[in-house]
């Protein structure tokens, strides 16, 4: 089966920085996906790894290590609007088979 | 980036009446989009993936017959839920994949449609 695992719940507070870790075990693996959304919204792209490495994108980076089956999202200077559920998700395959989630790691930011 | 139109925001309505669910990709042409429900905290699980122009492959545990899903041309794909029953209650969203020559492939979510059974 497929199985990707990530914290519940994280806290944090203001202008601190925070790591988000996922790891995966899944059957095909065509790439990494993290998604941020905010209650009742849908979720909005922040990051794709396919490659080993850090990808950096302003306050947000994101880690992937295939051999490990391990990502981090890295968030720096959290403001109060990072305060969201953060979802990992693996692409299986190319050949149309859609992502599949963990779970979601729910951070509060705190003043 | 790619927007996808989903409607609507939210219904509510009788139990055993259905609701159609719309999702539009409005720049681009989408041959696959994907269905997702997610219930209060939790993941978004995939119900069904929807292929333009054949029927719409679904996941193990999904009714097909009761999540009717119709991908008649290239930039919409709709989610009929037939005879709701409260347990049918969640949050639905749909997703269309673009695939860009920098990036393998990318989704783009709907709005997401909160549906409520009473």
């Known amino acids: 089966g497929q199985n990707i695992d990530q914290p519940t719940e994280m806290t944090a507070t203001e202008g601190a920085i925070v790591q988000i870790n996922c790891t995966y075990q899944?059957?095909?693996?065509?790439?990494l996906f993290w998604y941020q959304q905010h209650a009742g919204e849908a979720p909005t792209f922040l990051s794709y790894n396919v490659l080993d490495g850090l990808e950096e994108k302003g306050r947000f980076s994101s880690f992937l290590s295939r051999s490990k089956g391990y990502s981090y999202l890295l968030l720096k200077e959290l403001q109060m609007k990072d305060s969201a559920s953060y979802l990992c998700a693996v692409s299986l395959n190319q050949a149309g088979t859609a992502l599949i989630f963990g779970k979601g790691t729910t951070l509060s930011v705190s003043s | 980036g790619a927007v996808v139109s989903q409607h609507p925001s939210w219904v509510i309505c009788k139990s055993g009446t259905s609701v159609k669910i719309e999702c539009r990709s409005l720049d681009f042409q989408a041959t696959t989009m994907f269905w997702y429900r997610q219930f209060p905290k939790q993941s978004l699980m995939l119900m069904a993936t929807s292929n333009e122009g054949s029927k719409a492959t679904y996941e193990q545990g999904v009714e097909k017959d009761k999540f009717l899903i119709n991908h008649a041309s290239l930039t919409l794909s709709t989610l009929t839920v037939t005879s709701a029953h409260p347990e049918d209650s969640s949050f639905y969203i749909c997703?269309?994949?673009?695939?860009?020559?920098?990036?393998?492939?990318?989704?783009?979510f709907g709005s997401g449609t909160q549906l409520s059974v009473l």
């Open positions: 997703s269309a994949r673009v695939k860009e020559e920098w990036m393998n492939e990318k989704l783009f």
């Open positions: 899944t059957s095909g693996f065509n790439g």
